[in-house]
């Protein structure tokens, strides 16, 4: 970790949980996340989750472009995050699920939020197992 930066407990612990739902129930369901915020803290330190910002299963619609346009809007313009998405496709042979983790840098945001949040995401890549594609 180059940049010194810890991952919350609470980042892990989110991780795992949208990793491998616990509950089964159609009202269960509806209540697991599909997508949250982490950001840095105030003194850069830590990586932690960004309360407020997340969508549940039963928010979000089933199309791409609705799910593009939901991502869009809980992104802050001039600022970096990264998100976790539990993403839901279709293949010829099944339907799957995969984590995809994303890396958010606006051209508005500071040079230096754009440097610090690029060498603190080698922290979160040695926290997160099971993320299956990256953006």
């Known amino acids: 970790m180059a940049s010194g930066v810890v991952v919350s407990d609470s980042v892990i612990k989110m991780f795992?949980?949208?990793?491998?739902?616990?509950?089964s129930t159609p009202?269960?369901?509806?209540?697991?996340?599909?997508a949250v915020l982490f950001f840095l803290s105030e003194d850069k330190k830590d990586i932690i989750l960004e309360e407020g910002k997340e969508k549940l299963v039963g928010d979000v619609s089933r199309t791409v472009d609705d799910l593009y346009a939901i991502l869009v809007k809980m992104l802050p313009?001039?600022?970096?995050?990264?998100?976790?998405?539990?993403?839901?496709?279709?293949?010829?042979?099944?339907k799957k699920?995969?984590?995809?983790?994303?890396?958010?840098?606006?051209d508005s945001a500071l040079l230096k939020s754009k440097m610090i949040y690029a060498r603190s995401k080698d922290?979160?890549?040695?926290?997160?197992?099971?993320?299956?594609?990256?953006l």
């Open 123 to 134: 922290a979160i890549k040695k926290k997160r197992t099971g993320i299956m594609h990256e």
């Open 97 to 106: 699920e995969d984590l995809v983790f994303i890396f958010w840098a606006p």
């Open 77 to 94: 313009d001039k600022d970096c995050r990264y998100a976790l998405y539990d993403a839901t496709y279709e293949t010829k042979e099944s």
């Open 16 to 23: 795992n949980d949208m990793k491998v739902p616990k509950s």
């Open 27 to 34: 009202e269960e369901v509806k209540k697991h996340k599909k």
